[in-house]
């Protein structure tokens, strides 16, 4: 019976001991940026815990492996702080007082404690573990979890920036490209056409023809016709300049004129060259039997101004290969050459699928004009207006290979629109660099 009795006792000290906590108010978990802050109230009133004991207070943050423990906090029982008091001035330490972080129960203690702020801290948790002292005796209790907070928060990371600017073209059709070097003679510093020399009058039913054969086929639509005006090498540059150019309009006009049925106008003509024919008098050369050919065409490949070639030309024999030049070659020099006509097919669709993708992206529809030109990505046209929608939906790295493919079909715009996204590729490197640099200084 008495066994029992004292085992009923043991158990009730335990039941006592277990309920022996102050009481934690008021509790906050925040954080300033650099450090984390915890502050509570602990109400010690006088039935906390007894006299001849001692409650150690252990505030911790955590989050699942990581924990940081924080200073603790010693309630006295009033019989508890006498005894340490004493032991401590029996150790001549007689001038021995409470601390802060020691408070005797039946006071409110206001804690409140700071620790670096680090990346694992999101979220945080505030737990306090309670240790009993005393009678020879510790029970721990068990941890309580009394707040939570996000504390750390990792920066996020920027969106992607999307160019502002960007290059695009319309594409133009796909011209077939027919080609007849048929070449109307000019006599000596004239503009004006003559059919009675040099078999011009042939050589215009050639030109008429082949435009006639474009202009009456329905199934052609032509954008132009080349027309190229060439001066012989053999006055002032200026002056041959001139001749070239107007000798190019001459044959432009004659055939206007002469085809007064396809409603033609200068509009329809690509005028070419009109300068002084220096590759033609290579190439004519070389194919003449003048002995001294080659030493005039060494001449011709030199790096200097047309004039200082002309007199080293005329130097040549006192003269002499000069004149051969005259009557030999400068005759098939004054010319306008009819070059080509540039036609298409009217079932050229890609041209208007590539154009209307191209508006799509100015209205700012990228995804669907990506969709749109999609099935012509074949045609080397459509290269920069794909990049294009790719790179305006910030895909840039899908976006490049199509750049880099329009710029080796020249098209040059394209390095405009690489070199946009390079400059949000690097802004986008510095910013993630800031961002590791920041991380770093709470690990």
Not at 108 to 120: E, G, H, M, N
Not at 204 to 227: C, H, M, Q, T
Not at 297 to 302: A, F, Q
Not at 382 to 391: C, D, K, P
């Amino acid at each position: 019976m008495k066994k029992a009795i004292l085992t009923a006792i043991a158990v009730l000290g335990m039941s006592m001991v277990a309920g022996a906590q102050s009481k934690i108010t008021d509790q906050n978990l925040v954080h300033d940026g650099k450090d984390a802050i915890v502050t509570f109230n602990i109400e010690t009133d006088h039935n906390s815990i007894p006299s001849k004991r001692k409650e150690v207070i252990m505030p911790y943050i955590y989050n699942g492996k990581d924990t940081l423990w924080l200073e603790t906090v010693e309630v006295y029982g009033k019989n508890r702080y006498k005894r340490e008091r004493q032991e401590n001035h029996l150790d001549g330490n007689k001038g021995w007082e409470l601390e802060e972080g020691q408070v005797i129960k039946g006071e409110v203690y206001s804690y409140r404690d700071t620790a670096p702020l680090k990346r694992w801290m999101a979220p945080a948790n505030l737990g306090i573990r309670r240790e009993i002292v005393g009678c020879a005796c510790e029970d721990e209790l068990a941890d309580e979890e009394v707040a939570s907070a996000t504390l750390f928060q990792e920066p996020p990371v920027e969106p992607r920036r999307i160019p502002k600017a960007y290059a695009l073209a319309d594409a133009t059709r796909e011209w077939n490209f027919g080609q007849d070097e048929l070449e109307i003679i000019f006599k000596v510093s004239k503009i004006e056409i003559d059919s009675s020399v040099f078999n011009n009058e042939v050589t215009f039913g050639k030109i008429l023809s082949a435009v006639d054969k474009i202009y009456s086929n329905p199934k052609f639509r032509v954008d132009k016709i080349e027309i190229a005006g060439y001066a012989s090498p053999e006055g002032r540059r200026s002056f041959n300049n001139w001749l070239g150019q107007n000798r190019a309009k001459a044959l432009i006009d004659y055939i206007i004129e002469n085809r007064p049925q396809y409603n033609l106008t200068a509009d329809n003509f690509r005028l070419r060259n009109g300068e002084e024919n220096w590759p033609g008098l290579r190439r004519l050369l070389m194919e003449s039997r003048i002995a001294e050919k080659d030493q005039v065409v060494e001449i011709i490949d030199m790096e200097i101004p047309d004039e200082e070639k002309k007199l080293k030309i005329m130097a040549i024999d006192n003269g002499k290969v000069w004149k051969k030049m005259l009557d030999q070659v400068y005759p098939h020099l004054r010319s306008a050459r009819y070059l080509a006509v540039y036609y298409d097919s009217t079932q050229d669709e890609a041209v208007d699928v590539i154009n209307q993708a191209n508006r799509m992206i100015g209205e700012g529809r990228y995804a669907e004009a990506y969709e749109h030109v999609k099935p012509y990505d074949d045609d080397f046209r459509a290269y920069n207006t794909i990049g294009v929608a790719l790179m305006m939906q910030g895909e840039f790295e899908k976006a490049l290979p199509w750049f880099e493919k329009a710029l080796e079909n020249e098209f040059k715009e394209a390095q405009e629109n690489i070199d946009a996204i390079d400059a949000e590729l690097q802004y986008e490197e510095q910013k993630r660099k800031e961002r590791e640099e920041y991380l770093k200084r709470f690990e």
